[in-house]
């Protein structure tokens, strides 16, 4: 072989520089030079935090530990780079101390995966397998230009790549059985899980840098780092007293995770990458992938998702879960969850995650400042037919004001709230409006599930001028004029945007609805007009929108 795959030091890692210019770098390039990479290039949304957590996060954590309070985080963020000790750590870490665990193609142990990793039956699968938006098995996409019988040559760099993925977003459900594995049956293994990102809505927050994303990244451990807790590199220096099984054998586990670097790394997987030479350079055509650890539970640790509470839990089930993005809807759409700083008082609701609470905290101390850029990325992948198929990727990236975050002080919060909820509302409205002209025209309402709604195309209408909003509102400061002026401006879009869309559903019924039709709904006579519609929708324009209806009638008795 002419490469072992040296991730350490081999350029696979795509980094978008701050002057806008790309390069290819290995793994201890991209963390020393950190402060001087705007972001990673990945092919997909669901790469970076592929990349970010079994990879670079673990990296840090285990090299330079966890900040230990708030006031440690803030001195590493206002240095804005690793320290010369901090680089020559990172270095001894990634070369000296772990450098041979980190080659992709080493015969005796590969990075991620089982050296010698065996079928039962003796076969492999093509390396479609490590692609989700490629046909192979069961798992066929609407879109895919590939067949299952097609088969894809993968370069180092990009079986890098989509191995890390596999381990954290593979679907579920029958996996090859593996030679040493005594619970694979019939040559198989059922009942395996997604990976475990799978089962998250994963949230992302970033920064300036690649640097400042890292460190965004990194919780405060008061305690630090459980001296028991290993990466899956250095599985080895696990008490071997838990009797767990090394993800580098293909025995595995059910069982929790054993700290924060445990379940940043966690082997879901099962994974063997065959390499052969080819007339292009070494190629990855065939994979072995069989099950892996199966982690019992989510802690309520996780750093990168949200979570619904449960005030009454079923018996045997954990009061907080993971919550997962909803396909076909905006991140903004869902503010709520994200700024959702305290459990509910009462019954059950949403409750953001641990990185976004953080960083309301580190505002409140005045470690990060107020008009700080924050970014938020969101991540997921929406499986089908028991989370053996993928059916959809969703991603967003949403411009976050920090002081939202900040839990003592409610009023920027509350501003975002209102505005995600006024849109949503407006949608809503604009449905039951469609729905009293089709009743009115003679027809039915559209089914739930069927067809394209006009909340949908006003709510795609909108979207640019609220992500325009949010990163507008993270240097607004304490300037509460500012806000209101803001709210307005929003509240006239609105207005603007859903008479547009009103006006095109009015100009698409036909003449009879302007005389109508009479209907039992919930036993009583309902005359449905097109007129009578117009008049309750405007009446709810105006209700949702009471800044916008105010402007409107100064601007009318001005012009009058």
């Not at 220096?237 to 993800?247: F, H, I, M, V, Y």
């Not at 998702?305 to 009061?319: D, E, S």
């Not at 409140?364 to 989370?387: C, F, I, K, R, W």
């Amino acid at each position: 072989m002419e490469t072992t795959g040296d991730l350490v030091q081999e350029g696979w890692l795509s980094a978008a520089g701050l002057d806008g210019e790309a390069d290819d770098v290995g793994l201890l390039r991209a963390l020393v030079g950190s402060h001087t990479i705007r972001r990673l290039g990945v092919p997909v949304a669901t790469m970076l935090p592929a990349l970010l957590r079994p990879l670079l996060l673990p990296v840090v954590l285990d090299t330079l530990g966890a900040p230990r309070s708030r006031r440690e985080w803030g001195e590493r963020f206002e240095r804005g780079r690793f320290s010369p000790e901090e680089v020559e750590r990172l270095t001894d870490y990634l070369t000296s101390r772990y450098g041979d665990r980190f080659r992709l193609f080493d015969l005796e142990r590969p990075f991620g995966q089982v050296a010698g990793l065996t079928a039962l039956s003796g076969e492999t699968k093509p390396a479609t397998l490590l692609v989700p938006s490629i046909a192979s098995g069961n798992n066929v996409p609407l879109f895919s230009a590939f067949s299952e019988g097609d088969s894809l040559d993968l370069t180092g760099v990009q079986a890098a790549r989509w191995l890390v993925h596999a381990q954290c977003w593979d679907a579920a459900a029958i996996k090859t059985g593996a030679v040493g594995d005594p619970q694979a049956k019939a040559g198989k293994t059922t009942g395996n899980p997604t990976g475990p990102l799978g089962q998250l809505g994963v949230i992302v927050p970033t920064g300036r840098t690649l640097y400042e994303t890292l460190l965004l990244n990194t919780p405060v451990l008061p305690d630090g780092l459980d001296k028991t807790d290993r990466p899956q590199w250095a599985w080895d220096e696990r008490p071997a007293s838990l009797g767990w099984k090394s993800p580098a054998g293909p025995e595995w586990s059910a069982r929790p995770a054993g700290g924060l670097l445990d379940l940043l790394t966690f082997q879901s997987r099962r994974i063997r990458l065959i390499s052969e030479e080819t007339e292009e350079g070494l190629r990855v055509r065939q994979v072995v992938v069989c099950a892996g650890d199966r982690l019992a539970q989510t802690p309520e640790t996780d750093p990168h998702t949200a979570w619904n509470h449960t005030a009454k839990p079923k018996p045997g089930q954990p009061p907080r879960r993971p919550r997962r993005h909803m396909s076909g809807r905006a991140a903004w759409q869902g503010l709520g969850a994200l700024l959702a700083l305290a459990l509910p008082e009462d019954g059950d609701g949403p409750y953001t995650s641990v990185l976004l609470r953080q960083i309301g905290d580190l505002r409140a101390d005045g470690v990060l400042p107020a008009d700080y850029p924050l970014g938020v990325e969101t991540a997921a992948l929406e499986y089908g037919n028991q989370s053996a198929v993928v059916e959809n990727a969703i991603a967003d990236t949403l411009p976050l004001p920090v002081v939202s975050l900040v839990a003592a002080d409610d009023w920027l919060r509350a501003a975002l709230l209102e505005c995600a909820e006024q849109a949503d509302r407006l949608g809503r409205a604009l449905d039951g409006f469609h729905a009293d002209l089709r009743r009115a025209a003679g027809g039915d309402p559209l089914p739930r599930d069927k067809g394209e709604r006009p909340s949908a195309r006003f709510l795609h209408a909108v979207d640019g001028s609220m992500r325009r909003l949010l990163a507008g509102l993270r240097t607004i400061g304490e300037d509460y004029d500012l806000l209101e002026q803001a709210q307005r401006a929003w509240e006239l879009t609105l207005f603007q945007a859903a008479v547009e869309e009103a006006d095109a559903l009015l100009a698409g019924v036909p003449a009879r609805a302007v005389v109508g039709r009479t209907e039992k709904v919930n036993g009583k006579e309902v005359v449905f007009r097109s007129g009578k519609a117009t008049g309750v929708f405007r009446k709810r324009l105006n209700e949702i929108l009471p800044r916008a209806a105010e402007a409107r009638a100064v601007k009318g008795e001005s012009a009058a």
